[in-house]
């Protein structure tokens, strides 16, 4: 059974850092683009950061030089660290998944992050 698994979110203070875990089972991991993207209530869900199979990495402009997406293809998880977190970073963070060059992706359930002032 395929599962995406986040942990690692909670109530933060501005300034602060949280570190975000995603387990993955049930597919090949190492052959797939992992990302991680969020979501609030007033808008679509957007790319935060991703990862590609070969250890590529981009990130949106908003998040650049705070946060670092990594992966471990032997423990099959993918973190976010989040580092000098604003206010604006509050949001429900998604795993995904996605295969190289071909259709078909994943989703974690999400888990919620909130950055207090």
């Known amino acids: 059974q395929v599962q995406l698994v986040e942990s690692g979110g909670g109530l933060v203070q501005a300034g602060g850092s949280l570190r975000l875990s995603c387990a993955a089972s049930?597919?090949?991991?190492?052959?797939?683009?992992m990302a991680w993207y969020r979501q609030t209530p007033a808008k679509e869900r957007e790319l935060v950061s991703a990862?590609?199979?070969?250890?590529?990495?981009n990130y949106a402009d908003s998040v650049k030089g705070r946060f670092t997406i990594s992966r471990d293809n032997v423990k099959k998880t993918v973190d976010l660290q989040m580092n000098s977190l604003k206010p604006e970073d509050t949001a429900v963070y998604y795993c995904?998944?996605?295969?190289?060059?071909?259709?078909?992706?994943?989703w974690g359930q999400g888990t919620q992050v909130t950055v207090s002032i």
């Open positions: 995904h998944a996605k295969p190289s060059r071909v259709p078909g992706n994943y």
């Open positions: 049930g597919f090949a991991f190492g052959i797939y683009n």
């Open positions: 990862i590609t199979s070969s250890g590529d990495t």
